[in-house]
């Protein structure tokens, strides 16, 4: 995209007296929040550069665990886990949404407000929310009761001294992305940062997919759309596939998704891998192994081994009923192995064609033209031409390629169409909201104050960060 | 026999029922009863391929993928120790909003149906309730653009010339034809085919089409648009007649 200039003039020259006043009151320091299903990542803001910035952003598990022993383990608790069989999750976000903030607020205490549990990582302890601005990201199109909720929790709980609530995917368009798509740098890099012109952000994450078309930072509403599935709907799906064939997983959701994340590719010729992983094609023995089908072996934690994968070793079994005579160690003769075929490409097929667990929905790609076809014709191209991909899910082999090939299969001719993963996809949002966060003008205009909230009230809030007031 | 009573106008009936206007003769309504009764509640209303006995497997599968465990279990928010809660002395006390908030037994699910219940009254939370009122929305953007004239379009408006940056390399990377290397820069080459006449201008093989960029005006009023309520930006269906596959064992 090109020049990103022809914003903030105007609007700077309209209002000055009004954005010094807001940002009178407004802390210097940023904390940025953003509070992802699977994982919040958190850290102060600063005007590091991408790379240093993100190795002061902590990621920290929104879940509450309760393990084996029945014992319950919250937040960055979880690295101290090492049996995780048979592991109980509650996680306080439902559809992307932050339901339960009971939940919440034990997490948030014990990773950002609690002395004592904060002690070890400085970058993550909120010493005095009265002196700090929140910067927390919400999915899009949430319930208002909903967002009224965050902002009565973060200004009367914890009682920060500024806050800005704004929907995730837009501060995407923070991030330097000329770069990303090999287009010309127009601003010197030390300049006030500002958001891209045109950018749909494609946010795969943990509980849903959301296509959010952003123009100049700002989301265009009536084009965001949602698909119901994300990561754990994969894990859960490979979960119930590998219950039904081999063994019983339905209680291993952390180790099944593990295994997820080890094995699982988008394919870019589904027919031909569903072909090759064939079993009744055994003649074809030695085809069929040319690399798909993957032996898994499980973790054991008595015996204080990780789970891994390995290519696929047909006459293992053989080997293991002749026992101690096979030569095999025992350590071999003891691993418990799920056997990985289809299973590996057929789980995150459901992304683009969710027809195959019977939903009525378009995949990924075809979402992508729902979205635009609800906007001017004169924006497609741009937007074509500039879609980010972010969340966990775009970390799986192959499905940038297969996106991009679907895109442009389906895409109008004349359009050029570039699909891009964020250079770090899963911290892209947080480090747009620390790029977001250094532009003080910008921040100041959206950001309230905690004086503007005592005033104001919570309806009041809300309707400023919708933009009504 | 027949009686007339003169309703109520809605939504301020007795909470728990209200009157609903019938529309017309519904057919489907109509001959359900005349059909055998497990036939008529398998097939009546969702329509399409599948008996609502398949949908409602289906909807119980899917939610059953949206599951966080497998098995419903408790798990409590560890209780406090009394010199923790004191040690967060110097935090105000818990308002009323934040009690009410923590103590909310609320699921997702509660919020949603309040929210499209509120929807339903007209009431809703300043989300854009349905795709009704996103056409308004639409035909009102439509006829602001076509208010701004081509005289508008053509002049070189800063965002016209911010947007078109993008759409130039689109035009010029994939229809290099002589039409836009003679107009150069020029962003709007259809609506100027007076630069420099030729008879190749009305040429539909040679005209190179570039939809024209919206005006700031409609970009700002998109951008101030309130977001969709959660179920109207779902994805809808995909265009594709294609019937959906099947596999053996999945």
Redesign the interface.
Known sequence: MGTSKARAAPKASATPAKSTEFSRHLPGKTFVIDNGAYMIKAGYASDLSPEESVSTCTSIPNTLVKTRNNKIVIGSQLSTVTDWNEAMFRRPLEKGYVSNWEAEREIWDQSFFDEKTTARNKNTHVADPENTTLVLTEAPNALPILQRHSDEMVMEEWGFGGYVRCIGPTLNAWNEIHSLFGDPLTTSPDSTPLPADCLLVVDSGYSHTTVTPVYKGQALQRGVRRLDLGGKHLTNYLKEIVSMRQYNMVDESYIMNEVKEAVCYVSNDFSGDLERTWKAGRKHQASSEDGIVLDYVLPDPNANRKGFSRPHDPLMQVKKKKGALSGLSAEVLSEDVLVLGNERFAVPEILFTPSDIGMKSAGIPEIILQSLSALPTGLHSAFLANVMVVGGNALIPGFMNRLQTELRQIASAECVVRVRRANDPIHSTWLGACRFATNREELSRVAISRQEYQEHGSGWAGRRFAGLV | MFRVELLQDTSTATPGWSYAPTRGFDPTQAMAPTLGRKRGIRDAGKGGDISSR?AN??AR??A????????D?A????VRQAR?VA??GN??K??S??RR????Q????N??D??EAAIALGTG????AHSSN?AA??AR?AKA?SSTPASVAGKKR??A???S???A???A???PTPTTAEMGADEVPARKPKLIKSEFDQDPLLRS??????SER??AR?????????N????????SARP??H?C??
Do not use: W
């Open positions: 398949q497997a289906i599968h899917i059953e993928l949206d599951r966080e465990n497998q098995r279990v798990i409590p928010v560890p923790e040690a967060r935090r105000s818990t308002t909003n934040v908030i923590l103590q909310s609320k699921t997702f699910r919020h949603l309040d929210e939370g300043g989300a854009l996103a929305v639409a953007g653009r800063p965002s010339a911010v947007t940056t993008s759409t390399t689109t035009t990377a994939s229809t089409y570039a939809p024209p960029v919206p409609l970009m998109l951008l101030s648009e309130p977001p969709l309520s959660y109207a930006s779902r994805a809808k269906a995909p265009s959906a596959r596999f064992c999945a």
